[in-house]
């Protein structure tokens, strides 16, 4: 069996990464691979990668009404799994970034860009260029354009005879885009195309054209990437109660369900890949790297962000007084309303975060956060950090920051308001460090409340709020004052395996076969 991988990001490749999507991408092709399945991977070249490659084919693709021409690109091949990369011009101009921020035109250059891509990558599989196809299995809205052109397009012959399987990583974000009159629209890109917009079109707005939902319609497999999850999306969101399900495609997915083409499989995660234990380092040592990062990061601006300048000055302080206590509560990842909505609540004149931080502070412990995203949340969590003195937020990334910081901490933050699946979560029990966490989608899925860490729940955001304070006031006391017991979380977190090898054998079963 050939399987083909399309999607936007693989962490395989360098500087190819900006979700969890791409943790998957690398992962999953090789799991695949040790059941004999052959698997192909092919993501855009936006011109950062320092790779040796090797000439495939060129690819004309009809594109706004020109004959455009776009390379393929083998980058690598080992262990039974090809790498691919697709060269154009425009999926290299915005200087290696995957992603582009068009303000008041949402995914207008991201969808051109990713539009062509689709139309590349279906051109290659109708000739053959990557040899026999079995299943074409697509990842989020920037794959979505191939189920389109397959269903639709006459210029596909041999690729409407492949399986198709789709995979939603993140129902929020949906690529919609206008069916026409705009240069970013279905009609500029495939002029000729005779399609059925009551399969594709945004339910919200049926003037537009939305890529998820017509994957979501166009499929042979609807794929999930937690079973929580899958159950969620088809209930309707309620975001002022604080659900998200469905985000407006939940019809689809009940659609899905009753035709029994929808399945919800949960990711998983490399533990042959696992950093040493960071035992040997300690929260003084962390604040070294921490300062040499800051260092780093300050240097790249041309004006200096109050973030770095306050972080710095937190990691002088810290070092000065030896504030070096526990316990230590940890939290990284990108800071968008998915994983800090309910973080910036008010309540009493306050955040709650600023709750957490005096909570934390009762218990003499410190509170260390990694991440960067949203400039709102960026802003609120430096001045949460200016309020409390035991804060430390480093507004930025690194891969030894993260992964130092999954082993360090005693109990690791995750109170996203949605997680179709989580990575986070499951890094941190790989290194033994339990999580408390919102109990939805793949966190409810892969903790087990006491016993592999701590859960909270609730009903609406006011209600999710107060529970999140009160299970970290549950799980502090549990290490300050049973520290057998909090040993065995940790040790049962630190026991617990997602392997992508089981998970591997669900995919062949359930989405190939």
Not at 423 to 442: D, E, F, K, N, Y
């Amino acid at each position: 069996m050939h399987v083909v991988m399309v999607a936007a990001e693989n962490d395989r490749l360098p500087n190819c990464k900006v979700g969890g999507v791409a943790d998957v991408i690398r992962d999953i092709p090789y799991a695949l691979a040790t059941q004999q399945v052959r698997c192909s991977v092919i993501v855009p070249d936006y011109g950062q990668y320092a790779l040796n490659r090797s000439f495939v084919a060129d690819i004309a693709v009809p594109f706004k009404q020109h004959l455009e021409t776009a390379t393929l690109w083998r980058v690598a091949s080992d262990a039974g799994v090809d790498q691919y990369v697709v060269s154009h011009s425009l999926f290299s101009q915005h200087n290696g970034a995957i992603y582009c921020n068009d303000g008041d035109q949402p995914f207008a250059t991201d969808a051109n860009k990713f539009a062509l891509f689709c139309a590349a990558v279906s051109e290659l599989l109708e000739h053959s260029m990557i040899g026999t196809v079995d299943v074409l299995h697509l990842h989020d809205w920037h794959a979505a354009v191939v189920a389109v052109l397959k269903a639709f397009s006459p210029r596909f012959v041999n690729l409407k005879q492949i399986k198709t399987v789709y995979t939603v990583h993140n129902l929020a974000l949906q690529g919609i885009r206008p069916f026409k009159h705009d240069d970013s629209s279905l009609e500029s890109w495939f002029p000729t195309l005779s399609y059925d917009g009551s399969q594709i079109c945004d339910h919200v707005h049926p003037h537009c054209f939305n890529p998820m939902r017509a994957a979501i319609s166009l499929s042979d497999k609807v794929h999930l990437v937690s079973p929580t999850y899958c159950q969620e999306v088809q209930l309707s969101s309620d975001h002022e109660r604080g659900f998200f399900g469905g985000e407006g495609l939940e019809h689809d997915m009940q659609a899905a369900a009753r035709a029994g083409r929808l399945e919800g499989i949960l990711n998983g995660c490399a533990y042959n890949t696992q950093p040493e234990k960071a035992n040997d380092i300690s929260l003084h040592q962390y604040c070294d790297l921490a300062e040499q990062a800051l260092f780093v990061w300050m240097a790249n601006e041309s004006t200096l962000k109050p973030a770095h300048y306050i972080a710095h000055q937190r990691v002088i302080q810290w070092r000065q007084h030896c504030v070096f206590r526990r316990p230590l509560i940890t939290s990284v990842g990108r800071l968008t309303d998915q994983k800090a909505l309910l973080l910036r609540q008010p309540k009493d004149g306050r955040l709650i975060l600023d709750h957490i931080a005096a909570l934390i502070n009762e218990y003499g412990g410190v509170l260390v956060i990694l991440g960067s995203g949203d400039p709102h949340l960026e802003f609120l969590f430096t001045q949460v950090m200016a309020r409390n003195e035991n804060v430390l937020y480093l507004q930025g990334y690194g891969q030894a920051l993260g992964d130092h910081l999954y082993a360090l901490g005693d109990l690791f933050l995750m109170p996203s308001s949605f997680e179709p699946c989580g990575i986070s979560q499951m890094l941190a029990m790989r290194s033994g460090q339990p999580c408390l966490a919102h109990q939805v989608g793949g966190l409810k899925d892969t903790i087990i409340h006491d016993e592999t860490g701590f859960l909270f729940g609730g009903d609406n955001l006011s209600q999710q709020a107060e529970l999140l304070l009160e299970r970290l006031g549950q799980a502090l006391d549990v290490h300050r004052d049973d520290p057998q017991k909090y040993l065995e979380i940790k040790a049962n977190a630190g026991a617990q395996r997602f392997s992508w090898d089981t998970i591997a054998s669900q995919y062949i079963e359930k989405l190939y076969e």
